[in-house]
């Protein structure tokens, strides 16, 4: 009977660690550049040239290759969680999870010009 015990504690302790370490443990994902591009076509291509190339459509809308001109693009990390608001009334309110800013912030640094040098 000792035996028997011992052996459902050990496979109980076993399965217990095993559950443990697979639902604490966090799994860390690359941020994807391909669901970035996804999201800039779907949420922001209707204004902003998200290529490499091209104009935007809207007059107010920086094309994303440029972004880093002005600032680091990880600065729009924030913004994205928050919801952007700019100051004019055509740019909607958009609000993103943390895995989708990652995505979309991955894809704005892979489109942004090469600076000459």
């Not at 949420?43 to 094309?63: D, F, K, Q, V, W």
Request: hydrophobic fraction near 40%.
């Amino acid at each position: 009977m000792k035996r028997l015990s011992f052996v459902i504690v050990a496979l109980a302790l076993g399965g217990c660690a095993g559950g443990l370490a697979q639902t604490d443990a966090p799994v860390a994902e690359t941020p994807s550049v391909e669901s970035g591009r996804h999201l800039a076509e779907l949420n922001c291509a209707t204004c902003h040239a998200i290529g490499a190339e091209g104009e935007s459509r809207h007059p107010m809308s920086p094309p994303f290759r440029t972004l880093a001109r002005d600032y680091p693009v990880n600065a729009l990390e924030e913004a994205f969680a928050e919801g952007i608001l700019v100051g004019h009334p055509d740019m909607p309110e958009f609000r993103f999870t943390p895995a989708q800013i990652e995505d979309l912030l991955a894809y704005i640094e892979s489109v942004q010009e090469q600076r000459g040098g």
